[in-house]
């Protein structure tokens, strides 16, 4: 029976135009979804494609405009017996933002598959083709549900909660920690390594309009504490350390966080290196202090916006949600 996919485009490299196929430089977003469907139904996939275009931009540029449009979309989508599953054309540079945001706030009913490309459509060796081929595969596999949002580059599926984009270039510019690939997908073939761990039918948190200010700070060298003074206002609810190391800070800047703690802005320490776990460390307890565990700065922001917009504040149960992930 051929699987009715929804495709929900905002633009990205995936639809951009160098006007060359050799050029250095292009121009995201120039490709309308109408376009691009009719260009992928030469190819012969087994599914049935409709598509709305929320946004068609470089994805430097999406942020809580363009999650408001398309996140009620896609949950009327996932209700609709018509859809057994939906993919999200999406630009590179914020792709695992995008991809989190939405693992944590959609039921995990039907596959939702985020999909993009490191080579504009009309570059030598355009990958977003068979980036795209390989997304309805998944997106048209029942066993895809209940693993939460996925995110398809190069011929592997991640987990949104893992994805992350370690290189500025190459097709090969995405890969997963702590798991790496949770399946390898062809056109033509989808090999899944493991079953599907979401268990509760619901989505994890409720959706919010208005996300809360959370600011990213980044560890350096001769760090001084009054670095903080220009990221941190009124509206600042939270605040993530790209720390050193395993989140380390200097420490006039560490006494500086503790302030702010004291003061009610929740403090996660994450870890600017590519790789690794931070763990609580003793002072962690007597500072207010929140450690991201396996996810980096970027995602933590994330999660720490939509836990104090749904009304958890309290660092214990912050705690609880970061060891959750």
Excluded at 11 to 22: E, F, L, V, Y
Aim: aromatic share 6%; hydrophobic share 45%.
């Amino acid at each position: 029976m051929v699987k009715h996919v929804k495709v929900f485009a905002t633009g990205g490299t995936i639809a951009g135009i160098a006007g060359s196929a050799i050029a250095a430089d292009y121009k995201a977003g120039q490709i309308g979804i109408d376009e691009y469907l009719e260009q992928v139904g030469g190819l012969g996939l087994d599914a049935e494609l409709s598509g709305r275009q929320i946004a068609n931009i470089d994805s430097a540029n999406i942020g809580p405009a363009v999650w408001n449009e398309f996140h009620p979309a896609i949950v009327a989508a996932l209700g609709d017996d018509q859809c057994d599953g939906v993919i999200v054309t999406h630009g590179t540079d914020t792709l695992e933002e995008t991809a989190f945001l939405l693992d944590l706030t959609l039921p995990p009913n039907k596959p939702v598959v985020v999909v993009g490309a490191m080579r504009p459509a009309d570059a030598v060796g355009y990958d977003g083709l068979r980036n795209f081929a390989n997304a309805v595969r998944v997106a048209s596999d029942p066993d895809a549900a209940g693993r939460g949002v996925l995110v398809v580059m190069g011929d592997r599926v991640f987990a949104a909660r893992d994805v992350r984009k370690v290189r500025t270039r190459g097709t090969d510019a995405f890969r997963g920690f702590p798991r790496e690939s949770v399946a390898l997908v062809t056109p033509a073939s989808l090999d899944w390594f493991g079953a599907p761990w979401r268990t509760d039918p619901s989505a994890q948190f409720g959706w919010c309009d208005d996300l809360p200010e959370v600011p990213i700070l980044y560890a350096y060298a001769g760090m001084e504490p009054d670095a903080l003074a220009c990221m941190v206002g009124e509206k600042t609810r939270g605040i993530v350390l790209a720390g050193m190391g395993e989140g380390n800070m200097p420490e006039a800047v560490r006494q500086e966080l503790v302030q702010l703690r004291r003061g009610g802005v929740i403090v996660v320490r994450a870890s600017r290196a590519d790789e690794g776990l931070v763990d609580r460390e003793p002072e962690d307890d007597a500072n207010g202090f929140v450690a991201a565990r396996a996810l980096n700065p970027q995602k933590a922001r994330i999660l720490l916006q939509l836990l104090v917009a749904n009304g958890i504040t309290d660092p214990a149960a912050v705690q609880s949600a970061f060891d959750g992930r």
